[in-house]
T-cell receptor, first 114, second 114 residues
Framework: DVKVTQSSRYLVKRTGEKVFLECVQD?????MFWYRQDPGLGLRLIYF???????EKGDIPEGYSVSREKKERFSLILESASTNQTSMYLC?????????????FGDGTRLSIL | GENVEQHPSTLSVQEGDSAVIKCTYS??????FPWYKQELGKRPQLIID?????GEKKDQRIAVTLNKTAKHFSLHITETQPEDSAVYFC?????????????FGTGTRLKVLA
């Protein structure tokens, strides 16, 4: 069974802080994704990575960066946290084995920026 | 840009009745359509998916239909039960460099009334 683990379920930070959200998967998946989930807006893609040290911008990358130094770990970085980044953040991973490979999600990190 | 519209945003049904959720996508290159169920406070979990070369797929009480010409697909849940209450997300996957990035709909909150 695929396991995607996010380091924190709840996190509270202050505006201007640099925030790190960590995600680890145990299935040797090439693809990893970071989404944010907001009521009425669904899941919006922030960044994704299809290999170590590779990254691609998603639909809402502004204010975020990512790091993928190892295959199993994908980190989301808020360079200077702002209150509009208060949200639920979801990490996912998938195999590139074909067009019908599902994404597997972690439990999410609920981030509050005060 | 790429877009997935999902309707309705909320749906209430009596236990035992059927529920239908509809999604429309914009990118004709989309070829994979997963559906996720997210219970309160939990991760989104894949419940069924369909590829573009298939018109319908069933799994017990759940079915998905796809109309590629009209660019829409639907989730059908029959004999609904209280445990079906959750938020359901559709997604479309326009292939990009093999990463199978998803575009999600905005979600449907289904309430099954006992």
């Amino acid at each position: 069974d695929v396991k995607v683990t996010q380091s924190s379920r709840y996190l509270v930070k202050r505006t201007g802080e640099k925030v790190f959200l960590e995600c680890v998967q145990d299935m040797d998946h090439e693809n990893m994704f970071w989404y944010r989930q907001d009521p009425g807006l669904g899941l919006r893609l922030i960044y994704f990575s299809y290999d170590v040290k590779m990254k691609e911008k998603g639909d809402i990358p502004e204010g975020y960066s990512v790091s993928r130094e190892k295959k199993e770990r994908f980190s989301l970085i808020l360079e200077s946290a702002s209150t509009n980044q208060t949200s639920m953040y979801l990490c996912a991973s998938s195999s590139p084995g074909g067009p019908n490979q599902p994404q597997h999600f972690g439990d999410g990190t609920r981030l509050s920026i005060l | 840009g790429e877009n997935v519209e999902q309707h309705p945003s909320t749906l209430s049904v009596q236990e035992g009745d059927s529920a239908v959720i509809k999604c429309t996508y914009s990118d004709s290159a989309s070829n994979y359509f997963p559906w996720y169920k997210q219970e309160l406070g939990k991760r989104p979990q894949l419940i069924i998916d369909i590829r573009s070369n298939v018109g319908e797929k069933k799994d017990q009480r759940i079915a998905v239909t796809l109309n590629k010409t009209a660019k829409h697909f639907s989730l059908h849940i029959t004999e609904t039960q209280p445990e079906d209450s959750a938020v359901y997300f559709c997604a479309a996957s326009p292939t990009f460099s093999g990463t199978y990035k998803y575009i999600f709909g905005t979600g449907t909150r289904l309430k099954v009334l006992a």
